[in-house]
């Protein structure tokens, strides 16, 4: 089942909705710059946010630091290291759940992954905001009872994606412009969770962008990627294998990708900020009870 349009939205269907555009792909022109960061309070909320990383190189990045200009405190727990049997959320704000190479079923080799489940269900379960990149978006759709499986294709490197005609009413999503070129780095999409608003897709990924409710967000691309981050990818063994194992309609060009991260760096930064300024202001919501 998919949620139809909110009351009151116009349901005019944008051109990625009428079907999927051509790729562009890396060195794609310029795109406009951001209509405006959606501004933000500084968070009057107690706690922390609680932000889990699945191996070292993929952390939050650019946005720590639009949450702490925005003064809230981030409890970084990487999963990988020593995972708890158990996170509690006492005294957390809210969740964030990073990027990694695992699948959300690998919890034999993985055990940790089951425990990110059940603490995303309790952080739903309490209203806290939930904020999931790439896999941590896998997870948040399937903790919402979706099918996350593999992609038709790797999507790697600088490629657009397209928002929906719900974006425009999303704090979040509403700075996505046609066409918005930003960094992936994954090979497994998901179904959209029922009762989730879809807010943008790309040619090679239909569901890149939703929301659940008010406070729970899946981007399956990476925002928070900064050149360093991009850099620090690209020299890690396993990722250079595993671009090296890609198909040939799949292959990487990496001069071509250095150059587009230069092209294309800053204005990501600027959605990373606005993403992180959303999300610190739905902080100052006070939480449901478990």
Same mark, same amino acid.
């Given at each position: ?27 794609? $022109? ?5 209509? #405006? ?28 630091? =639009? ?5 809230? $405190? ?10 708890? =049997? ?49 896999? #941590? ?71 890149? =962008?939703?929301?659940? #409710? ?30 090296? =194992? ?19 760096? #800053? ?24």
């Amino acid at each position: 089942m998919r949620r139809g349009a909110p009351v009151g939205m116009k349901t005019r269907r944008t051109r990625w909705e009428r079907g999927h555009p051509a790729r562009t792909g890396v060195g794609a $022109g310029e795109t406009p710059a951001l209509p #405006g960061l959606f501004s933000q309070e500084r968070s009057a909320m107690s706690g922390e946010v609680l932000v889990l990383r699945h191996v070292p190189h993929e952390h939050h990045g650019s946005l720590a630091t =639009a949450f702490a200009r925005q003064g809230v $405190g981030v409890r970084l727990v990487d999963m990988f290291a020593d995972p708890p =049997a158990h996170l509690a959320l006492d005294g957390v704000a809210g969740l964030v759940v990073m990027g990694g190479p695992m699948n959300v079923d690998e919890t034999a080799r993985y055990p940790f992954l089951a425990t990110e489940a059940a603490v995303i269900e309790r952080a739903l379960g309490r209203g806290l905001p939930v904020l999931g990149i790439c896999l #941590g978006s896998q997870l948040l759709a399937k903790a919402l009872g979706a099918r996350v499986y593999p992609n038709t294709r790797k999507e790697i490197g600088w490629w657009p994606i397209f928002p929906t005609a719900a974006a425009r009413d999303d704090p979040l999503a509403r700075p996505i412009a046609e066409g918005e070129v930003v960094f992936h780095w994954h090979g497994d999409t998901f179904d959209l969770p029922e009762g989730a608003t879809l807010l943008a897709g790309s040619a090679a990924c239909r569901h890149q =962008a939703f929301r659940y #409710g008010r406070t729970a967000y899946g981007l399956q691309f990476h925002v928070e990627t900064t050149p360093e981050m991009i850099a620090a990818w690209l020299a890690v063994p396993e990722n250079r294998a595993e671009l090296a =194992a890609l198909p040939p309609d799949q292959a990487v060009d990496l001069a071509a990708l250095h150059a587009a991260t230069r092209r294309h760096s #800053g204005r990501l930064a600027a959605h990373s900020a606005q993403v992180g300024a959303t999300f610190c202001g739905l902080l100052t919501r006070p939480a449901k009870a478990p």
